[in-house]
């Protein structure tokens, strides 16, 4: 079972930024997915998850500048990311929740996601 997030690199502030997570090994077509970041010095924290479902929830400090969506049959988790900020620099991380068909589907404790990837780093310049 591997995750893998791509599509890091330097971003301009105000610009946008594209990740990808793909996934193989097995089918998270039943699984909340995440997306987690880390800037440095700081604590992982929660970004955006979409459930099972399709339903989707944000973290305040990206609420309505990021979006996050799924294609079930290419196995991948995307994150489109726009007006980024400087604080938006870290490492993003994708992650599968540890149970499939969760209720309620909407996971945001990173402690209740098992499956990570390795991390993409974004860099937004000022």
């Known amino acids: 079972v591997q995750l893998q997030a791509s599509g890091g690199g330097l971003v301009q502030a105000g610009g946008s930024l594209g990740l990808t997570c793909t996934t193989s090994g097995r089918s998270f077509s039943g699984y909340a997915m995440g997306w987690f970041r880390q800037a440095p010095g700081k604590e992982r924290e929660f970004v955006a998850v979409?459930?099972?479902?399709?339903?989707?929830d944000y973290g305040d400090s990206v609420k309505g500048r990021f979006t996050i969506s799924r294609d079930n049959a290419k196995n991948v988790v995307y994150l489109q990311g726009n007006s980024v900020k400087p604080e938006d620099t870290a490492v993003y991380y994708c992650?599968?929740?540890?149970?499939?068909?969760?209720?309620?589907?909407?996971?945001?404790?990173?402690?209740?996601?098992?499956?990570w990837g390795q991390g993409t780093l974004v860099t937004v310049s000022s």
């Open positions: 979409i459930s099972w479902t399709g339903r989707t």
């Open positions: 992650a599968a929740d540890r149970f499939p068909h969760r209720q309620p589907p909407i996971i945001r404790n990173i402690l209740e996601y098992d499956f």
